[in-house]
């Protein structure tokens, strides 16, 4: 039976939301760059259980905050509770002496998928410096996927397919500059459009509002998004939000994706609405009908 067969309505995947708890005597937070301190406001789990309900979205994958560090423990915990709700793409340093085992570790732990790696700013040098090429040789071998969120040096990315054809790759956000607007934010578009010769690379389509050069329904991103869908296809391109980081509701990011692309409809929607996500993450969707 494929993924969409036995459901009553097609089924909404999040490539993307952060999770974060209160603070505590036992969980402090470290302190956020002040680019981040009003984004510091605790947005748990359960708050995205009530969001997605409201939404419509049925299941979404959990990546911890950059500015909170490497803690995985609070995205897992929620994806054991949960297991058809959440799922995790994990972060750990990559020059830190223990990575190696944790990520070995990670193929273990219940709703643990694989990694996001940032390669953003001086990060960036990692793709070409040797400091990732355990994790890429690690994540082939596992058979483990690795988002990467990186918007310079795709031909390094492209040289990283190369190497390992069984290692499945995601690019954040098409390659964006979240902190850019309009066509200043999708000027390296051509080169990832190159990417789409490699099958082992697939793009997320989120966060995608926050680099709109106008209002909703964003429509100055469609040429963008038909672009990107013209190459990779619709088993290859994943709808999600970045739900924290959104200039607009939740329910309006699904709906510029769902009602606003008349290219985009029937079954190919129901791909990059989620169930291509699932299918490239290895996370099994039910065949029980879906209720909202």
Known sequence: MSQAQGRTKPMIAD???????AETADHPWPQPPPSVVQRATPFSWQDLLREMDGAGV??????????????????????QLHPDRFA??????????DSRDRFEEWATLPGMLGARLNFRRAAVRQLR?????WI???AERLDRPLMLFVNEDFAAVSLIAQRHPGLRLIIDHLGVNVESRGEAAFAHLPELLSLARHSNIAVKASALPCAAAD????????PYLRASFDAFGPQRMFWGSDLTRLPCDYRLCVQMMTEHLPWLSGPDRDQV??????????????????DR
């Open 88 to 97: 995790v793409m994990g972060r750990l340093p990559l020059d830190a002496p």
């Open 129 to 133: 410096d040797g400091t990732a090429d």
């Open 58 to 79: 049925d299941r979404a994958i959990l990546v911890p905050p950059s500015w909170e560090g490497y803690r995985n423990a609070y995205c897992l915990a929620a994806a």
């Open 273 to 290: 609405m989620g169930l291509a996500l699932c299918d490239w993450l290895r996370w099994p969707v039910s065949s029980a009908p879906v």
């Open 215 to 222: 209002a909703y329904p964003f429509r100055s991103l469609d």
């Open 15 to 21: 490539s993307q939301v952060h999770v974060w708890p």
């Open 136 to 138: 890429f040789r690690a």
